[in-house]
């Protein structure tokens, strides 16, 4: 598991970049939750009147993928008498962008993170840091989400992400290879990789191994983001857009059963 901070190798379970401020008290006072769509969306009644709200910085799993019911029932638990909210932006489908509290005081954005039941996305918001450190520690105590066997039976294969390139020399749209992700296996047993994938936080970004293709103990292969011709050590993601998020992205392994096997996260 690798983690990033203006590419200095920080501790998982300490706050990325020196700690960020407090979190945001709430603002408004309690509105009742009138149903959870999923882990990470809410439909409150505020003034009266029916209001989306999305929970800022974070991102569960959509209906029907791993981890969704538990994800939307530990929200539902959480929220059952009401929540406080904060924040004032929306998103670009008209849903409030919110940290959203419990009765008790929990911040159930960040709540969701350290039980591996949401990943934090690198998002511009002021508990970046702390929500990108839940994830962290979560991952290493292998919770949640992050079970090794979470979604399925796990390949038990030591693939590990070793390195990843996001800011490519120039304009990135115009040079997409250079940006790069290696895969590095570390154990001692040549691996298939069919039905393996790599994937970053976003929901439009996957990438299949191609069938039948193996990687020897201690050999790497390089998927560079754009278009060529694929060799024993170098394969291609022939995206349309560069993958990695220049601001901040993380990359996510993934073993045939979906489970996450590695994963690597940088932001500025």
Known sequence: MKQRCLAIALAAATSACGGAAGPARPVDATVPVLRVLDGDSLLVQVDGAE???????????????????????ETARLA???????????DRFGRLLRYAYAEDGTLINQELVAAGLALALTADHTLLDDFKAAEAKAFQARVGRWQADACGPAAGAELEISDLTYDAPGDDAQNANGEW??????????????GWAV??????????FPDGFTLGPGERVRIASGCGTASDDRLFWCDADPVWNNGGDTAYLLDPSGNVADRYAFWL
């Open 51 to 73: 209001a989306e709200v999305r929970l800022l910085g974070i991102n569960a799993p959509e209906r029907g993928e791993c981890y969704d019911e538990q994800a939307r029932a």
């Open 80 to 90: 059952a008498d009401g929540v406080r909210l904060a924040g004032e932006s929306e």
């Open 181 to 194: 992700i290696d895969i590095l296996n570390r154990g001692s047993d040549v691996v298939s990789l069919t």
């Open 199 to 208: 994937q970053d936080e976003s929901s439009s970004h996957r990438f299949r």
